[in-house]
């Protein structure tokens, strides 16, 4: 069986050393934030993910889930972990106080999710999706709603479902044909089929509140191909009324459940929905004045910060993964013998070396390494960013502008780090990796989707390249480089930063270079801008992960513990290793769209 250990003393680190959290006493949630309280969170998490989930890991993916007469049975175990997780209180460890839970800031969230989904990623998303559902009650729920159905979704007695896609719309929502009609007594009626739903159906909990997008047709009665009339809906399982009673089952059923190649112990459903009850969230739509253009629904927003989170929390996934795969990679190189060692054998009394002398080896083992605890610092900063924007702090705005340009480098750039680790997490072991047994071939199984669903990584970038960059007149890049700027400028004196400088500058220039030349020829051509996205998200991931090595090197230098000593051990591989991949994306982003928009 995989092994898993929690990161504990890296989060300690990042949150003690990097972060300095008890600085930050006056943001919202952080009051009571003492480091020791900090500590405590994090190794009984740790050791809930440790003891709890991740024996269910490879049994739960050999399983699988099975559809029965209907309804949906999860693996052998998974009912009664989810039980002892809700009971332990880490499914609403974020969720206010009043509505039953303990009120803690979404950075140590953060923290407990990535445990969970190197753990167990199957099991760890059902309270995931379930803390997004009730986030967006919170946020464009009635009071009813806030009184009778969040506790119990924060409790874990009910679960919640994002549910999106449809057969024939994905990330194009104008083509979407679930539609939701207006009832006297003002609730709807929604028809529709909705696809690929993770947690769709369970034998988890007593309900689940489905967070569904939907048409709402016209006074004819037409739905049409655009995002006007598209609105968030609440649709419960079992209909809740006012008063919180629950009544009948509501019109949603599960037409099957998805044949996956990983996270196999996950409910992916088919759900339809026939004359579904459901209560839309969000002010009603406005029908377009006679001529005028018709634009995204008021009513979308509840979605698109739903979305948001679920896409930091995706992020967080493939951290989750690299970090898992990373582990198991380590070990088994430390455990097998092959070969001897290139400069002479380290142990000649032995009929061949450790595997981890080899430096294609230490190689593997530094990429994993390097993306995964570089990716968990940008996380935990970004997530610290957004309780800044937040706050009544002055630089409360550019905070909020950093996190929202942060989130699909997280998600895009953190998933393919994490499935990258997660087939170097298996190359480690050879021939052995590709079998079952070892359970190490799962993390590539369980990882890839992480590339693919809410909204799949090149669809980030355009986000990134087509909207966030020129959003508010080029604001948030502006930040970004004023950001980066600042920190080369402070650092640059001191010689024992040098290599860092040096990596974190290369990297900046190169991205400078490439906003710039988006900005001259992505208007003229759009192909342009859409040949070059994916190619920037990685500069700027790359870039990013290199402040962050930087940052943590100037904490690391001077101190003698074996943590501090990794930590710029790891920093030196990115600014030799990764960094260098910045100029040669400049120059793709650079190449601009002919040769590719030749492939008829």
């Known amino acids: 069986m995989p092994l898993y250990r929690a990161p504990v003393e890296d989060f300690r680190f990042l949150f003690h050393e990097l972060l300095e959290l008890e600085k930050h006493r006056d943001l919202p949630g952080f009051a009571d934030l003492s480091p020791e309280l900090i500590d405590d969170i994090l190794a009984n998490a740790g050791k809930f993910c440790e003891e709890v989930l991740q024996p269910l890991n490879q049994s739960g993916d050999e399983e699988g889930c099975h559809f029965e007469n209907g309804t949906v049975r999860t693996p052998k175990g998974f009912k009664e972990a989810y039980k002892a997780y809700s009971e332990a209180g880490w499914g609403g460890l974020g969720a206010p106080e009043s509505a039953g839970g303990a009120g803690m800031p979404p950075i140590l969230t953060m923290a407990v999710s990535e445990m969970g989904m190197s753990a167990n990623q199957s099991l760890a998303m059902y309270p995931m999706l379930t803390a997004g559902a009730y986030g967006a009650l919170l946020a464009t729920g009635p009071d009813w709603m806030k009184q009778h159905i969040v506790p119990k979704m924060v409790s874990g007695e009910w679960a919640g479902t994002m549910a999106l896609t449809e057969p024939g719309c994905g990330t194009d929502l104008r083509l979407m044909k679930t539609k939701a009609v207006e009832q006297p007594d003002g609730t709807y009626k929604m028809n529709g089929t909705k696809i690929f739903i993770s947690g769709g159906d369970q034998d988890l909990t007593d309900n689940i509140i489905h967070m569904v997008i939907a048409k709402i047709p016209d006074e004819n009665g037409q739905i049409h191909d655009d995002l006007a009339t598209v609105n968030f809906f609440m649709v419960p399982k079992f209909i809740v009324k006012g008063d919180g009673t629950v009544a009948a089952k509501n019109g949603v059923n599960v037409g099957g459940i998805e044949h996956k190649m990983g996270i196999k112990g996950q409910a992916t459903c088919v759900l339809n929905f026939d004359d579904a009850i459901a209560w839309r969230l969000g002010p009603k739509p ?74 294609d080896v230490k190689r593997m083992l530094l990429q994993a390494r390097s993306a995964t605890e570089g990716l968990r610092a940008l996380a935990a900063w970004t997530t610290l960013n957004s309780s800044i924007a937040r706050s009544s702090r002055p630089e409360a705005e550019s905070a909020a502008l950093l996190e929202d340009l942060m989130t699909p480098i997280i998600k895009s750039f953190g998933t393919d780090m994490g499935f990258e680790a997660a087939n170097l997490g298996m190359q480690c072991y050879g021939g052995h990796g590709y079998i079952r047994d070892n359970g190490v071939e799962q993390f590539v199984r369980d990882s890839r989707i992480n590339q693919v669903y809410e909204g799949a990584n090149g669809v980030q970038a355009m986000d990134l390249v087509g909207r966030k960059l020129g959003r508010k007149g080029g604001a948030a890049p502006m930040a970004l480089f004023a950001l980066l700027a600042g920190w080369i400028a402070e650092n640059e004196k001191d010689q024992a930063m040098q290599p860092f400088v040096t990596g974190v500058k290369r990297g900046t220039e190169a991205l400078q270079a490439a906003t710039m030349w988006l900005a001259a020829n992505g208007l003229k051509n759009p192909n342009d801008a859409g040949a070059g996205a994916s190619d920037y998200l990685r500069l700027m991931g790359i870039t990013m992960l290199a402040l962050m090595w930087g940052k943590m090197a100037k904490v690391s230098l001077g101190k003698d513990g074996k943590l501090h000593k990794d930590k710029l051990m790891c920093a030196r591989y990115w600014m030799e290793r990764m960094v260098p991949e910045c100029p040669m994306l400049l120059e793709r982003v650079q190449a601009g769209s002919s040769s590719i928009m030749e492939l008829d």
């Not at 253009?293 to 979308?300: I, V, W």
């Not at 698109?304 to 970090?323: S, T």
């Not at 582990?327 to 002479?344: D, F, I, K, M, S």
């Open 286 to 359: 406005v029908p377009p004045k006679p001529g005028e253009k018709r634009s995204t629904s008021a009513g979308m927003a509840g979605m698109f910060g739903m979305m948001n989170q679920a896409r930091l929390g995706v992020g967080v996934q493939g951290i989750g993964i690299g970090e898992v795969a990373y582990q198991n990679g380590y070990a088994y190189a430390h455990e097998r013998r092959v070969g001897r060692a290139l400069t002479g054998p380290k142990e000649p009394d032995k009929p061949a070396d450790l595997e981890i002398v080899h430096p």
